[in-house]
């Protein structure tokens, strides 16, 4: 009798778990499909096949070495600011400073390289530039954590601001102190602490900017996976962030959580530096970052914070991005930001109506 009492309960959990994986596919794979609908029916209205314009796309990006480098060139830095809003979101933290964080890490990055000199060994040279901009995006992060834990600042309040102070004092630095004279950026890194590029090493992604941060960018997710949901500092941080009263209760300390989410989202973030300014840039100049770590959020919402979905999403991200630029010759890139926003409100949307399907 109670073993069969076992099976059905095992029954039940198993089916309810497949409900929910289905859901978390279901609901992205949907928006992302309704929102291609919408922009091959912009693209028609502007005069252009949009079978014509998907074909190209696909082959300038996976149809194409070059073109898939620049993908993963892309989705690399992608899956790190993503990392970095899911974290805290974990916590019912919503990080919008990804951006300033980068920046900020970016920044610490480019300066430590270019003063390390050529003396030490690459290993040492790249590990103490990543550092810096994990310690800078940390720092910077805890700044907002620190507002929300001791003076109850909201969150996306505080980080937005700091978004805003990291472009000064980035700005600042670079423009009356670091830019090199009749440039906008910095001294270049020492030759010891660039990350060496894909087709340095393999051949693979000729001539493309696609780098060994690749493999952080793939790590991590699945690190951050087994951290939340299979140990017992992630189970705490995710009962501090749905209740927080009984978690408080249980013995949690949710301020801790609090602030170890946003530190290490904002360490993450930083370390999106190493892909940009050791694998890339080698320098910082002003720019750099191109927003990326707004889109960051779109990322992180597409994944329904997940961290192994965070994976796919940045991917289709990077594939939009690129995708965009080899066919700007025939329809405006802007068209593919319209993709990435309407996938997110369709998102939000769908959610939104299966919560309600579900209460009835």
């Known amino acids: ?47 252009e096949d949009p079978v014509m314009i998907c074909s190209k796309m696909v082959r300038s990006t996976i149809g194409s070495s070059y073109g898939t480098g620049h993908v993963l060139f892309r989705m690399t830095t992608l899956v790190l600011v993503a990392l970095a809003v899911a974290i805290p979101f974990k916590v019912r933290l919503f990080n919008i400073g990804a951006e300033g964080q980068l920046l900020m890490g970016a920044f610490a990055a480019a300066m430590t390289g270019s003063i390390i000199g050529e003396t030490l060994s690459s290993t040492v040279a790249i590990a103490l530039c990543i550092l810096s901009a994990m310690a800078a995006g940390c720092a910077w992060a805890l700044l907002a954590g620190v507002l929300r834990v001791q003076f109850g600042v909201n969150e996306v309040i505080g980080t937005i601001m700091l978004n805003f102070i990291a472009q000064g004092i980035t700005g600042y630095l670079l423009t009356w102190h670091f830019a090199l004279p009749s440039t906008v950026h910095t001294a270049p890194i020492s030759n010891a602490a660039i990350i060496p590029t894909i087709e340095s090493l393999t051949g693979w992604f000729a001539k493309s900017p696609a780098n060994l941060s690749l493999l952080l960018s793939l790590a991590l997710p699945l690190l951050f996976y087994a951290l939340l949901f299979k140990t017992r500092f992630g189970y705490e941080m995710r009962a501090a962030g749905l209740q927080p009263e009984a978690a408080r209760y249980g013995g949690i300390n949710a301020k801790r959580h609090t602030l170890m989410a946003m530190g290490t989202g904002g360490a993450i973030a930083g370390l999106g530096a190493a892909n940009i300014v050791l694998g890339y840039k080698h320098y910082y100049e002003s720019g750099m970052t191109g927003g990326i770590g707004f889109t960051g959020i779109a990322v992180a919402l597409l994944a329904g914070a997940h961290p192994v979905w965070i994976l796919l999403s940045a991917l289709f991200f990077g594939f939009l991005e690129y995708g965009g630029l080899s066919v700007n010759a025939w329809v405006p890139k802007d068209i593919f930001m ?10 939000i949307t769908f959610s939104s109506l299966g919560k309600q399907l579900n209460k009835r």
């Open 338 to 347: 319209i993709i990435e926003a309407m996938t997110i409100l369709l998102v």
């Open 1 to 47: 009798m109670n073993s069969s009492k076992r099976s059905a309960s095992t029954s039940t959990e198993t089916a309810v778990t497949m409900t929910k994986i289905t859901g978390q596919l279901l609901i992205p794979l949907l928006s992302v499909m309704t929102a291609l609908l919408f922009s091959a029916l912009f693209i028609a209205m502007i005069g």
